[in-house]
């Protein structure tokens, strides 16, 4: 009697343990799939570029599907704070951006500040009048290898197929190993309740609550509905923001970069930055 | 051997009721930061770890130095640690568990914390950290448990228990390497940015870990009468020392890379922890005395410990205030320096430097006492179980 107990048990616990673990197996099981899927369609392209290493230095693969991408002309900025003061505010409006005044617990998405700590890895000595006088716009820069992505321990933040870094607020567990991750300083957590600290309402996006990670998304909400990014709407009258896909030939913002001489931030960590900087 | 917790003298209990003291206020302060939010901490947008995490990367140290008694008991049969390597086993049941109450007391949404569960990320280090501490957990409770029963019962342990001794060990030395893996693998942040943390965390947990065992044999040689033996801790002692001249051995040769190369960014965090980082006119150097503090508590406990071993005297008080010294000096260096000298520059090339909050110090101090507590009772079941056996 005592035996068959003790054998009923052992297969109770097994069973069990079994039940309690399968989930994880399963996603474990499952997440590398959906993961060497994508990777066969990056092989897919990687393996010609392997095949001929002399590639020159810098020349990309040949790119696949949408990668979207943004232009700042600071030329058109120069000498117009109030130009960048009103693409701030209206991606602020838009997205439900709290106004916490105090650097420790502030949130931005998209921001201005000085070129030498936008572009820390140029030199900023003897550097020009124009660059001195100027502040400049960040934001996220959507990485093609993003940091942040890699880092996240529950998916909570994620590439989508048309290049941006998006968000789920909901799943977010707020370690904030994403702002280690990051080396632009692009993200920013809600230290308290960010709710009492949003001017004006915009119900067509969620505020978020404390104790998650949030940060620019390229306005994927607004593109969705075929509208522009918040940022670039409010100054579109002097075409200094341009927006679209950088893997289209034929695209405006592919015009602007085979034309002018662009720059991105902290080329050397492999991020590969979406964003490009006319200075 | 539960029960054996409920028996003790008065100094027993006056201990553990100093102890929770600590554990309640740690608790109050907790309640606070879980109805506001993280800003109730010192940490910001730009300086967004903080104390827990420092103090989480230092104790998942103290968890693997549990190694350097269970190693050589195990695979070279060093008989003298036999009494030891039960210490070393719950010493890291308790490290791992402030560990994870650090995790907990970080994250600015506790109540998700099973999303780690729930969408595994391989890619992740936090994923597999997660992992590798879960499982050096499981398998010290296993083996702790398993073979202190088997010595109350005066039987050898079963065959199958050595299977997840061995397991432990490489265990051990994964719950660390992991842990340098998240800092060491992000790009941008130059200080953490180096092949060298993991062998580094790993030198400094071989001297804290042990360090801590000999103050905790020593404390109970006094009060509860249990002796380690001359030779277990003189033999520690060694192993302290070769672990400690290891780390500094590695902190030095961040120096020459960081100067040598004469690279900003491989400078910035180690003229702001030992000489101020000036910029813009303002110095930043909050952290310059608790450094040097740390240097000097370091060779001065190396110092007297190769003078007890010279003269071949050894001294309990010594050789305790030697222990004391060095696992203050690793815990001022991976505690508090490595993790906030790592974020003082931020992404954007702005200083920002840290003060943890009162809030912040209550919760820290509050989840140290658990540990202790936790110390405490499981040395008191093994103590026991030895008077016990010896009876």
Same mark, same amino acid.
Request: net charge positive; charged share 15%; glycine share 8%.
């Given at each position: 009697?005592?035996?068959?107990?003790?054998?009923?048990?052992?297969?109770?616990?097994?069973?069990?343990?079994?039940?309690?673990?399968?989930?994880?197996?399963?996603?474990?099981?499952?997440?590398?799939?959906?993961?060497?899927?994508?990777?066969?369609?990056?092989?897919?392209?990687?393996?010609?570029?392997?095949?001929?290493?002399?590639?020159?230095?810098?020349?990309?693969?040949?790119?696949?599907?949408?990668?979207?991408?943004?232009?700042?002309?600071?030329?058109? #900025?120069?000498?117009?704070?109030?130009?960048?003061?009103?693409?701030?505010?209206?991606?602020?409006?838009?997205?439900?951006?709290?106004?916490?005044?105090?650097?420790?617990?502030?949130?931005?998405?998209?921001?201005?500040?000085? #070129?030498?700590?936008?572009?820390?890895?140029?030199?900023?000595?003897?550097?020009?009048?124009?660059?001195?006088?100027?502040?400049?716009?960040?934001?996220?820069?959507?990485?093609?290898?993003?940091?942040?992505?890699?880092?996240?321990?529950?998916?909570?933040?994620?590439?989508?197929?048309?290049?941006?870094?998006?968000?789920? #607020?909901?799943?977010?567990?707020?370690?904030?190993?994403?702002?280690?991750?990051?080396?632009?300083?692009?993200?920013?957590?809600?230290?308290?309740?960010?709710?009492?600290?949003?001017?004006?309402?915009?119900?067509?996006?969620?505020?978020?609550?404390?104790?998650?990670?949030?940060?620019?998304?390229?306005?994927?909400?607004?593109?969705?509905?075929?509208?522009?990014?918040?940022?670039?709407?409010?100054?579109?009258?002097?075409?200094?923001?341009? #927006?679209?896909?950088?893997?289209?030939?034929?695209?405006?913002?592919?015009?602007?970069?085979?034309?002018?001489?662009?720059?991105?931030?902290?080329?050397?960590?492999?991020?590969?930055?979406?964003?490009?900087?006319?200075? | 051997?539960?029960?054996?917790?409920?028996?003790?003298?008065?100094?027993? @209990?006056?201990?553990?009721?100093?102890?929770?003291?600590?554990?309640?206020?740690?608790?109050?302060?907790? =309640?606070?930061?879980?109805?506001?939010?993280?800003?109730?901490?010192?940490?910001?947008?730009?300086?967004?770890? %903080?104390?827990?995490?420092?103090?989480?990367?230092?104790?998942?140290?103290?968890?693997?130095?549990?190694?350097?008694?269970?190693?050589?008991?195990?695979?070279?049969?060093?008989?003298?640690?036999?009494?030891?390597?039960?210490? %070393?086993?719950?010493?890291? *049941?308790?490290?791992?568990?402030?560990?994870?109450?650090?995790?907990?007391?970080?994250?600015?949404?506790?109540?998700?914390?099973?999303?780690?569960?729930?969408?595994?990320?391989?890619?992740?280090?936090?994923?597999?950290?997660?992992?590798?501490?879960?499982?050096?957990?499981?398998?010290?409770?296993?083996?702790? @448990?398993?073979?202190?029963?088997?010595?109350?019962?005066?039987?050898?342990?079963?065959?199958?228990?050595?299977?997840?001794?061995?397991?432990? =060990?490489?265990?051990?030395?994964?719950?660390?390497?992991?842990?340098?893996?998240?800092?060491?693998?992000?790009?941008?942040? !130059?200080?953490?940015?180096?092949?060298?943390?993991?062998?580094?965390?790993?030198?400094?947990?071989?001297?804290?870990?042990?360090?801590?065992?000999?103050?905790?044999?020593?404390?109970?040689?006094?009060?509860?009468?249990?002796?380690?033996?001359?030779?277990? *801790?003189?033999?520690?002692?060694?192993?302290?020392?070769?672990?400690?001249?290891?780390?500094?051995?590695?902190?030095?040769?961040?120096?020459?890379?960081?100067?040598?190369?004469?690279?900003?960014? !491989?400078? !910035?965090?180690?003229?702001?922890?030992?000489?101020?980082?000036? !910029?813009?006119?303002?110095?930043?150097?909050?952290?310059?005395?608790?450094?040097?503090?740390?240097?000097?508590?370091?060779?001065?406990?190396?110092?007297?410990?190769?003078?007890?071993?010279?003269?071949?005297?050894?001294?309990?008080?010594?050789? %305790?205030? %030697?222990?004391?010294?060095?696992?203050?000096?690793?815990?001022?260096?991976?505690?508090?320096?490595?993790?906030?000298?790592?974020?003082?520059?931020?992404?954007?090339?702005? =200083?920002?430097?840290?003060?943890?909050?009162?809030?912040?110090?209550?919760?820290?101090?509050?989840?140290?006492?658990?540990?202790?507590?936790?110390?405490?009772?499981?040395?008191? *079941?093994?103590?026991?179980?030895?008077?016990?056996?010896?009876?």
């Amino acid at each position: 009697m005592d035996k068959q107990r003790r054998k009923f048990l052992k297969v109770a616990g097994a069973t069990a343990l079994a039940g309690i673990s399968a989930p994880a197996v399963v996603k474990l099981t499952s997440s590398p799939a959906i993961a060497s899927s994508e990777h066969g369609a990056a092989t897919g392209h990687e393996a010609p570029a392997d095949a001929h290493k002399a590639v020159p230095h810098g020349v990309e693969e040949a790119p696949k599907g949408v990668r979207l991408g943004l232009v700042v002309d600071m030329r058109k #900025f120069y000498g117009k704070p109030e130009l960048l003061d009103k693409a701030i505010a209206a991606c602020n409006k838009v997205h439900n951006v709290p106004q916490i005044d105090n650097k420790k617990s502030e949130i931005k998405w998209v921001w201005k500040a000085p #070129f030498e700590n936008v572009f820390p890895e140029h030199s900023s000595s003897h550097s020009s009048k124009i660059r001195k006088e100027n502040d400049f716009l960040v934001m996220c820069n959507h990485c093609d290898e993003p940091p942040c992505v890699r880092v996240c321990p529950t998916q909570a933040t994620y590439r989508l197929p048309n290049g941006i870094v998006a968000m789920d #607020f909901h799943r977010c567990i707020g370690c904030r190993f994403c702002m280690m991750g990051c080396p632009y300083g692009a993200r920013s957590f809600n230290w308290e309740n960010p709710r009492p600290y949003i001017k004006e309402y915009n119900p067509d996006f969620p505020s978020r609550m404390r104790g998650v990670v949030e940060k620019c998304n390229f306005c994927g909400e607004r593109i969705a509905l075929g509208k522009e990014p918040a940022c670039l709407e409010a100054v579109k009258e002097s075409g200094a923001i341009v #927006f679209g896909d950088l893997n289209d030939p034929g695209s405006e913002i592919r015009e602007v970069l085979d034309k002018e001489n662009t720059i991105q931030r902290k080329p050397s960590l492999g991020t590969k930055p979406s964003v490009f900087y006319i200075v | 051997m539960i029960e054996k917790v409920f028996k003790g003298n008065s100094r027993y @209990w006056m201990w553990l009721a100093f102890l929770s003291a600590f554990v309640a206020v740690g608790a109050i302060c907790y =309640i606070r930061q879980y109805l506001f939010g993280l800003g109730l901490t010192g940490m910001g947008r730009d300086l967004s770890w %903080g104390l827990y995490i420092s103090q989480f990367t230092f104790l998942v140290g103290v968890a693997a130095g549990g190694l350097m008694l269970v190693l050589p008991y195990y695979i070279h049969n060093y008989k003298v640690f036999g009494r030891l390597t039960i210490l %070393g086993e719950f010493l890291a *049941i308790s490290a791992i568990v402030m560990c994870l109450m650090f995790i907990m007391a970080d994250i600015g949404q506790p109540l998700r914390g099973l999303n780690m569960m729930l969408h595994p990320t391989p890619n992740s280090m936090l994923f597999w950290d997660m992992v590798v501490l879960l499982g050096y957990l499981g398998l010290n409770v296993i083996c702790a @448990w398993v073979i202190l029963t088997a010595e109350r019962k005066q039987v050898k342990p079963p065959k199958w228990v050595y299977f997840f001794v061995y397991l432990s =060990i490489p265990f051990a030395v994964s719950i660390h390497t992991v842990t340098a893996m998240l800092y060491c693998g992000l790009p941008g942040r !130059h200080f953490w940015l180096s092949a060298i943390t993991a062998p580094r965390f790993l030198a400094s947990a071989f001297a804290a870990g042990p360090a801590l065992i000999v103050i905790a044999c020593l404390v109970m040689k006094r009060v509860a009468n249990f002796d380690a033996g001359k030779e277990a *801790i003189s033999k520690l002692t060694t192993i302290i020392m070769y672990a400690a001249l290891i780390n500094a051995f590695f902190v030095l040769l961040e120096f020459f890379v960081g100067y040598y190369s004469n690279i900003p960014g !491989h400078k !910035h965090s180690l003229e702001y922890l030992f000489f101020g980082l000036e !910029h813009h006119g303002v110095v930043y150097n909050n952290l310059v005395p608790f450094m040097w503090s740390s240097v000097l508590l370091c060779f001065g406990g190396l110092g007297l410990f190769a003078y007890m071993k010279i003269k071949k005297v050894q001294t309990d008080l010594w050789v %305790g205030i %030697g222990c004391a010294m060095i696992f203050t000096a690793l815990w001022l260096d991976k505690g508090l320096g490595f993790v906030l000298g790592g974020l003082v520059v931020n992404p954007l090339h702005e =200083i920002v430097e840290y003060y943890p909050t009162a809030n912040e110090v209550g919760i820290t101090l509050g989840i140290w006492a658990t540990g202790f507590l936790l110390v405490t009772l499981m040395y008191k *079941i093994a103590v026991d179980v030895e008077h016990e056996v010896e009876a």
